[in-house]
């Protein structure tokens, strides 16, 4: 099954599992209901700010919402430990990145560690500049990343460089070089009230 028909999947059952149609879905997260519906049968693979509005309309964390675990939403205990493979994860695949979300088994977590690497080559090519809540670390494994964001020039990293921001600020990951680059993103979980 492909990773945009997995998400899909998970988001139309905990839709239902909350008894949401698509309507009232769309209302809590904001995201239209022929995006959510084209999410759900695996026709379009969602962005990380589309997934994390999805998330808040949802009432669920992304982890819950990429581990694909099909149990009860209960709260993990407060020892913690979760060993990720090279290559282990659930992997979302956008036109910007390729996101492979670490330990997405653990819930509720305080922090997102993702291992991603950067497609698109120009500001242009990336389209708006995307922001979520909480904040965020990247580190660059491989190749060169330009960092733009929303209050500050861009600013070129090379590997072994890195950049904390705040995700609430527009920001963009672009790939300067020949290559996608290839990073490791630390980000604090998106969390907000409910609706």
Same mark, same amino acid.
């Given at each position: 099954m492909s990773t945009k028909s997995e998400i899909g999947r998970r988001v139309k059952q905990l839709r239902k599992a909350d008894g949401l149609t698509l309507v009232e879905l769309s209302g809590r997260s904001g995201v239209s209901v022929s995006s959510i519906s084209k999410i759900e049968n695996g026709a379009l693979s969602p962005t990380l700010d589309v997934i994390l509005k999805l998330c808040d309309g949802l009432s669920v964390s992304i982890g819950d919402l990429v581990s694909g675990a099909d149990g009860d939403r209960v709260s993990a205990p407060? !020892?913690?430990? !979760?060993?990720?493979?090279?290559?282990?994860?659930?992997? $979302?695949?956008?036109p910007n990145y390729d996101y492979l979300y670490l330990c997405p088994d653990v819930k509720n977590k305080f922090i997102m560690p993702i291992h991603a690497r950067v497609k698109a080559r120009s500001a242009t090519q990336f389209g708006d500049l995307v922001s979520? =809540? =909480? #904040?965020?670390?990247? &580190?660059?494994?491989? =190749? #060169?990343?330009?960092?733009? !964001?929303?209050?500050y020039e861009p600013v070129l990293l090379k590997k072994g460089d890195s950049v904390y921001l705040d995700s609430a600020m527009g920001h963009a990951y672009i790939s300067a070089g020949d290559a996608d680059a290839e990073v490791l993103c $630390?980000?604090?979980? &998106?969390q907000t009230e409910g609706p």
């Open positions: 407060n !020892s913690r430990f !979760s060993p990720a493979f090279k290559g282990e994860g659930a992997l $979302i695949s956008t979520h =809540g =909480g #904040e965020e670390f990247l &580190y660059v494994l491989e =190749g #060169e990343v330009e960092v733009h !964001s929303e209050f $630390i980000c604090t979980e &998106y």
